[in-house]
């Protein structure tokens, strides 16, 4: 069993997932088989309930783990499928040691941070890495060094060095800032020597330290932090600012970061030669594009990109594949309400993410509606599609008071429910649908063209669906559900007759979007707007 340990100092969002991410992408190009692990040191049970305003985007997996969004990085940069077992948190490990100590599992002793939660800790993350099968498994620890709440989390990282052997099974990679202050431009190393100092008073000493900085370190920054942090100068990395953040692996690649650690670890990779080929081509794109087009994000989290990173991540994937830069524009559904024409004004795509809640919605229908009518590329994905089932009721069958029981649970025409509540089942409204569920595509529909399958596996975090009752109805006036649950009883795409791209799904499909391999849902919003462009 081999750890890769990935912390933090000075501040948080240095780009530890990243890093993570960056590492692993490079040790499998080797041929090197990894994993990882996100250590979160919330006490929430997972990242299910929290505001994305809070911590960014809740990331779902096949199983259905609502986790932290870093491992949304994992698995686009390495290609993998992880579980909720991948990411740990505050709350799941204390759960255990009490559930532990109520079941008399500690034989009556006192109950205390070392050893009990530290075991606790222990014990998954060596769980995790020995079912998942890797060579190596990288671990990021959240959260930044001194933090109070990390400090169980680092102690059992410096156990499991101790208990697996620091020579060759254990490594350490310590992110940090380096400020640049100044008009002179003077590279600052204090702050990485006193995190490191701060780290190493916990016994935990980095064998790799990544600088991050707005510019390319100078010689002289590395030979001091090298020498102060006592560290080889070939183990101080330096990770300027990237135009894309594909392109760190890249980087790290250039500063021979995977030669050091197969060395130190004493990997036996699979083979010697450097393969990026795949992955230059990926970024060249993405920082070379021949074309641009712009497509309104309509959402209620707008003040917070990371709130909807993976839709960002699955754009440059899909433009990735036409060379194409794709061009974000952040609405907040209350000014599309205000002034749809304006707020939307030149873009050639409108997108309506997910989300909960009643606030916001009448200004994604106005923005649904607007797309509709001016012939705009049109994508709705979970929420979006209930939007746009909403707006046609509204405004194409004419009831006027069309919505989901989750706006107004008097509305008299309910053409958005709670799962199972039009069949008078009440047990189904406290669950959540969640993780990968197979979806039927119909023959001959925009969604099997761009598919190129009648059977896909999507990944779904909704309560409410499509009420049955109504669906007759929209079909006779062009929303077509093309896709279906693998029953057929759950609406899954819909696409409007007549439009020249006017499609949503239930189904999140940015989970599952990938460099080369971009959500087809995605792709066919980008082509669209491109067609649109012109």
Same mark, same amino acid.
């Given at each position: 069993m081999k750890l890769i340990f990935v912390s933090g100092g000075v501040i948080s969002g240095l780009g530890k997932g990243i890093t993570a991410s960056s590492i692993g992408r490079l040790l499998e190009s080797r041929g090197i088989r990894v994993s990882a692990i996100k250590i979160d040191p919330y006490l929430n049970i997972d990242a299910g309930t929290m505001n994305p305003y809070e911590h960014g985007e809740v990331y779902v997996l096949d199983d259905g783990g609502e986790v932290d969004?870093?491992?949304?990085?994992?698995?686009?940069?390495?290609?993998?499928?992880?579980?909720?077992?991948?990411?740990?948190?505050?709350?799941?490990?204390?759960?255990?040691?009490?559930?532990?100590?109520?079941?008399?599992?500690?034989?009556?002793?006192?109950?205390?941070?070392?050893?009990? #939660?530290? *075991?606790?800790?222990?014990?998954?993350?060596?769980?995790? @890495? %020995?079912?998942? !099968?890797? /060579?190596?498994?990288?671990? $990021?620890?959240?959260?930044? #060094?001194? *933090?109070?709440?990390?400090?169980?989390?680092?102690?059992? @990282? %410096?156990?499991? !060095?101790? /208990?697996?052997?620091?020579? $060759?099974?254990?490594?350490? #990679?310590?992110?940090?800032?380096i400020p640049i202050m100044g008009s002179v431009g003077e590279e600052k190393t204090k702050p990485t020597q006193h995190s490191v100092r701060e780290l190493m008073s916990m016994g935990i000493r980095p064998d790799i330290i990544v600088g991050r900085c707005s510019e390319p370190l100078s010689p002289t920054a590395r030979s001091k932090i090298a020498m102060f942090c006592d560290v080889p100068e070939d183990a101080v990395i330096s990770t300027p600012d990237a135009r894309s953040i594909y392109e760190v692996p890249l980087n790290l690649e250039r500063q021979e970061v995977a030669d050091y650690i197969i060395d130190r670890m004493r990997l036996r990779p699979l083979t010697s030669r450097r393969d990026m080929s795949f992955w230059e081509g990926f970024v060249?794109?993405?920082?070379?594009?021949?074309?641009?087009?712009?497509?309104?994000?309509?959402?209620?989290?707008?003040?917070?990109?990371?709130?909807?990173?993976?839709?960002?991540?699955?754009?440059?994937?899909?433009?990735?594949?036409?060379?194409?830069?794709?061009?974000?524009?952040?609405?907040?559904?209350?000014?599309?309400?205000?002034?749809?024409?304006?707020?939307?004004?030149?873009?050639?795509?409108?997108?309506?993410?997910?989300?909960f809640g009643t606030r916001g919605t009448e200004g994604m229908v106005a923005a649904a509606r607007y797309a509709r009518e001016n012939g705009i590329p049109f994508l709705g994905v979970c929420l979006g599609f209930q939007i746009a089932t909403i707006e046609i009721c509204r405004d194409v069958l004419g009831l006027e008071d069309a919505t989901s029981t989750e706006f107004d649970p008097d509305t008299p025409d309910p053409v958005i429910c709670i799962m199972g509540e039009q069949k008078g089942i009440t047990d189904m409204g406290a669950t959540m649908r969640l993780g990968a569920q197979t979806v039927s595509i119909s023959e001959g529909s925009m969604a099997l063209e761009l598919y190129g399958e009648d059977s896909v596996s999507e990944r779904h975090r909704h309560r409410y669906e499509v009420n049955p009752e109504y669906i007759d109805r929209l079909e006779s006036v062009g929303w077509h559900f093309t896709g279906r649950s693998e029953c057929g009883t759950r609406m899954e795409i819909g696409e409007l007759e007549g439009h020249p791209f006017f499609m949503a799904s239930q189904f999140h499909p940015e989970f599952r979007s990938r460099p080369g391999r971009p959500s087809p849902l995605h792709q066919g919003l980008v082509d669209a707007a491109l067609r649109h462009s012109e």
């Open positions: 969004l870093d491992l949304g990085n994992y698995e686009r940069f390495m290609d993998l499928h992880l579980t909720r077992d991948h990411n740990i948190t505050t709350g799941k490990v204390y759960r255990s040691v009490i559930e532990n100590e109520r079941r008399g599992e500690y034989l009556g002793k006192t109950v205390q941070i070392i050893p009990h #939660v530290t *075991d606790e800790i222990k014990r998954r993350i060596t769980t995790v @890495a %020995r079912e998942s !099968g890797a /060579d190596v498994v990288i671990v $990021e620890l959240g959260g930044t #060094v001194g *933090d109070m709440e990390s400090m169980p989390f680092l102690e059992s @990282a %410096r156990q499991l !060095g101790r /208990d697996l052997g620091r020579e $060759e099974n254990v490594l350490f #990679v310590h992110t940090t800032l060249d794109r993405i920082v070379n594009p021949d074309r641009e087009v712009e497509i309104a994000l309509v959402g209620k989290y707008t003040a917070l990109a990371d709130s909807y990173l993976s839709h960002l991540e699955a754009f440059t994937h899909a433009g990735a594949a036409r060379r194409c830069r794709v061009r974000i524009r952040f609405a907040d559904s209350d000014d599309v309400l205000t002034d749809p024409a304006g707020t939307l004004s030149g873009v050639h795509g409108v997108i309506v993410p997910g989300g």
